[in-house]
């Protein structure tokens, strides 16, 4: 079992930076790879980026790729996403997942088990 709590999600006008904290617990972090998804109204999930186990690898969404970045911090069970440059198409609830299925980076739905409750990002023009 894994337990994710998302956090530092917001309103920020367009071009602002926010970024977002996933906190797990529950198992030894070092042993899931994590990603981040969001969910605008009317659409589907959609992957943001992911991260591997060790943090050394990363994968990004075309659509953010250049403006977010993803690290985490394996001594600390956290994960976060740095937005910058925010635009108003990123608005969204955005989730982090964990994956305790896979050793690199994910970028389907499918491929996580546990996911947090989702924390609104609102990018206003």
């Known amino acids: 079992q894994v337990q994710l709590v998302e956090s530092g999600g917001g309103l920020v006008q367009a071009g602002g930076s926010l970024r977002l904290s996933c906190a797990a617990s529950?198992?030894?972090?070092?042993?899931?790879?994590m990603g981040w998804f969001r969910q605008a109204p009317g659409k589907e999930r959609e992957f943001v980026g992911g991260?591997?186990?060790?943090?050394?690898?990363?994968y990004y969404a075309d659509s953010v790729k250049g403006r977010f970045t993803i690290s985490r911090d394996n001594a600390k069970n956290m994960v976060y996403l740095q937005m910058n440059s925010l635009k108003p198409e990123d608005t969204a609830v955005y989730y982090c997942a964990a994956s305790t299925k896979f050793f690199g980076v994910i970028t389907t739905a499918a491929g996580y088990d546990y996911w947090g409750q989702g924390t609104q990002v609102t990018v206003s023009s």
């Open positions: 529950g198992r030894t972090f070092s042993s899931v790879a």
């Open positions: 991260i591997n186990r060790s943090g050394s690898t990363t």
